[in-house]
């Protein structure tokens, strides 16, 4: 109960500040003229003066208010090192015990930091914020974290906190803690394709003394250099880039004895791989009506750089124009098939026969080529089945299937076949899943037979019309059919042309999302999709690696043909890795290198800023000596809250007003009697 007096003036403020003064002045001079009765004269005024004012007595019911502290436990996954944890449970529960005894104090007990695959860093102080975001400022009584002082969101100032209590810290771990980690000093994010980037790199050892360690650099999960390197001097690696998209380099150094973890012996870097240009060479026989589909295509794609010759004058010709008046150049044979042919990654014969403009040393070099990596792809008409065919050169050891020398010139819908319902070069075409297909019709196609690659379409009675094939380290295709023009003319509706040639065109050119056995790791939200591409009938069984080396091995599930997937969540930052024994995938989550797994031994320091800056304190939990919590005292007024082996907190006199009594002074009868008296005294005192 509290008890006081309140005034709620009857008249204006200024009024009864100029009866006071009034009075005060009469009283004076009464007082001065030593006049009769003036003390009662006086007494009366001031009686008036104070009625004017409306005093009144008041009494306030109350009842307190707790103070708030607030328990942060750190459940990082850097707390899974060592016995961290299970120092973090005793002290939580010896902690906690203690505050509960304290009188007048409300405990808040959150947990933080635990490894959702989205926060990187531990964010022990937004869970702070978010446990007493409903709590006064003048409520709050102090902050205690159990962690192991590995915290990313340290505010730089303590005003920050918006409120005025001390943070304390209790560190979990051990001073003496060995551990070695990869930093990254220069990481560049792109590379152009067969190219090589360098990558910086230095060795950091913790509370161990070793002159060198043992680096191994691997690109997507592929060993590609070993060395001894000098710990803690700065390192060079130059990488090879060989692919576009996503090139996945690890740095890995081997442990050391009793470190603590392997997980920041592992630093990661992802380099997208960038082609400079695709340089492809179309070759066309003679003009026809599908010619300008395939320039068209090529043309149209941004990173193509296309080279285009026509056979308009083969050699053999002799209508005795004169050269000086034919406006055409010479084709460069030699420069292109001898000297340059290794620039290419792609060549397109369409509709090519021999001319006699290449001599047969020269395919020759084209099939070497392609056993050296490159692509061919052969756009074949009715002179792939002619005496003059492609087939009779020294390609044929290459080329997926022989002509029989016979032509199908008959209505047909091209149609998918098995196998090319799981390609992913023919998987999904617009149109491909109606019968017949949802596509116009073609009316030539070159019999083949013995196919050695894989067919992919068809024509009518399920003749090959699109083989794909492999030769050495290249890739061969084989378009059995002149026809696809109509596609692009729109005739009867017209079909997918564009999808299918750019898709053969980067298949032929080792785009690795058209690979026909892949394994893919692909990320979305809070979850990764584990995707096997295949060929075959059935998939085996994923085993499927953490950042902190975690395993599972997962089954997939038929998804569409040829494809294969199952779905996991992704509960932690970093580098994932998954395996089926014959193909890995490796995919990052969130960056690359987690501040979680940076810097894993414990530490003082970190925290150390804040807690001098609240008044509070930060002790390790273990000193080498076992585990021992602080005494936990209630601190009424103090700038410190710490001392050799307790913490404080600052407990608030805060309460809430549950009940108010007011009683007026001039109010009812007892007001009347008082100024009447007044009154009756002076005018008696003056009587005698």
Known sequence: MNLGVSFAPLVPDYVVWAAFGASVVISALLLLARSRGAVLRAIALGLMVLALANPSFTREDRDPIPSVAAVIIDKSPSQDFGDRNKQTEEARRILVDRLNHIPGLEVRVAEAGQADGENDGTRLFSALNSTL??????????????????????????SAL??????HALI??????????????????????????????RVEDHNINVGTAQVTVRRDGEVIEQRNVPVGREEKVDVPIPHAGQNIVEVEAAPVPNELTHVNNRAVISIDGVRD??????????????????????????????VHFTILRPPEKQDGTPINELSLIAFPTRELFQQKISEFQLIIFDRYARQGVLPMIYFDNIAKYVRDGGAVLIAAGPDYASQTSLWRTPLDEILPAEPTGGVTETPFFASLTKAGQRHPVTRGLEGADSNPPHWSRWFRLVDVKRPSGTSVMQGPDGKPLLVLGREGKGRVALLLSDHIWLWARGYEGGGPQIDLLRRLSHWLMKQPDLEEEALRLNVSGRNITIERQTMADTVGDVTLTSPTGATRTLHLQPHEPGLWETTVAANELGLWRATDGKLTALTNVGPANPREFQEVTSTADVMQPIADATGGGVRRLDDGHGLEVPRILPVRTSSVFKGEDWMGLRMRDVSVVRGIGVLPVFAGLIGLLLLIGSLALTWAREGR
Not at 135 to 154: E, K, L, Q, S
Not at 162 to 167: D, E, L, T, Y
């Open 172 to 201: 979990t771990g051990h001073k003496a803690e060995i551990d070695r980690r990869v930093v990254l000093t220069q990481t560049p994010r792109f590379g152009i394709v067969n190219q090589k980037q360098t990558i910086g790199f």
């Open 277 to 306: 240009k695709l340089r492809v060479l179309l070759v066309s026989g003679e003009p026809h009506a599908g010619e300008r589909t395939w320039r068209n295509l090529l043309k149209s794609d941004a990173s193509v750089d296309l």
């Open 133 to 158: 975001a409903d709590v006064p400022p003048d409520r709050i009584a102090g902050a205690f974290m159990i962690t192991d002082g590995r915290v990313h969101d340290v505010p730089a100032e303590a």
């Open 162 to 167: 918006g409120f005025q209590a001390p943070v």
